[in-house]
């Protein structure tokens, strides 16, 4: 699990409790609940989201929430030790020794990049299958991007029209002023829930989506560019500063710095 984006989920909230305790109390709390306009708000939002939508979208979006709670999976410093060792097993024992080593590899695209090499597939085309199969992992996460900053639009949207038939219903009973206060504050709430909605939720998911995405696509890119190396028979020291030249420079020990072979 991603510590930071739980941590940063709950201190959000914690902030929220920790205002309305500081100024109204425990008895407060109830003040900041209301049915009608958590529906109005959330299910407003969700429903439009739905609208817009095909099912398998609608549902592939809502699970994408789990993902922002993992911690990726992708060392890049250990992918570019991978390929290295790739790399040195291919100069000694020749391309075709790969085949048995992508038998132990986890990942499925360097996986499928290796199997292609071996068969003999000419470079570019090796490169255009690779890209290919990044752009569409790509696309596929933007989507998912995509229904949170959708959903983080809509949740202020909502928030407004909740508002606006609060201040109707309280407009429509104005004879009696005593009751304009607490249906007013009613009112509110659905923008509060709307705000909430969007900077509690939406906005972190869609961003820590974002960076996870980054990281997988740069992942891949060194695998394309070792993949493709390994194919033209560069040298495994040669391999190594190359994709070093992904990471920043803080970044760049592999921690098999001097492990590539020399030439020869």
Not at 13 to 18: H, P, Q
Not at 146 to 160: Q, S
Not at 187 to 208: D, E, H, Q
């Amino acid at each position: 699990m991603d510590i930071a984006s739980i941590l940063g989920l709950v201190l959000c909230f914690g902030m929220v409790i920790f205002g309305i305790l500081s100024n109204a109390g425990p008895a407060g709390v109830p003040y900041f609940f209301d049915a009608a306009s958590a529906i109005i708000t959330f299910g407003g939002s969700f429903s439009a989201i739905l609208a817009s939508k095909k099912m398998d979208e609608f549902i592939g979006g809502l699970k994408s929430f789990a993902l922002a709670l993992k911690s990726p999976v992708f060392e890049v410093t250990a992918i570019i030790t991978k390929i290295i060792d790739l790399s040195n097993v291919a100069r000694k024992e020749g391309l075709l020794s790969l085949e048995e080593a992508a038998g132990e590899l986890n990942d499925e695209f360097l996986k499928k990049g290796i199997l292609l090499i071996v068969d003999g597939t000419d470079p570019e085309l090796v490169r255009a299958i690779m890209e290919t199969e990044l752009v569409s992992m790509d696309d596929r996460h933007k989507s998912k991007i995509g229904f949170w900053e959708d959903v983080a639009t809509m949740g202020p949207a909502w928030g407004m029209i909740g508002t606006l038939i609060g201040l109707i219903l309280m407009l429509q009973n104005m004879n009696d002023p005593s009751s304009i206060g607490p249906a007013m504050a009613v009112a509110l709430i659905t923008t509060l829930y709307g705000s909430l909605l969007a900077n509690w939720i939406c906005t972190p998911v869609a961003s820590k989506l974002k960076v996870n995405n980054n990281m997988e696509v740069q992942a891949k890119e060194i695998m394309i560019e070792g993949l493709l190396s390994i194919q033209a028979g560069e040298n495994p020291r040669v391999i190594e500063e190359k994709l070093k030249s992904f990471l920043a420079p803080k970044d760049r020990s592999t921690g098999d710095d001097g492990g590539g072979e020399a030439d020869g």
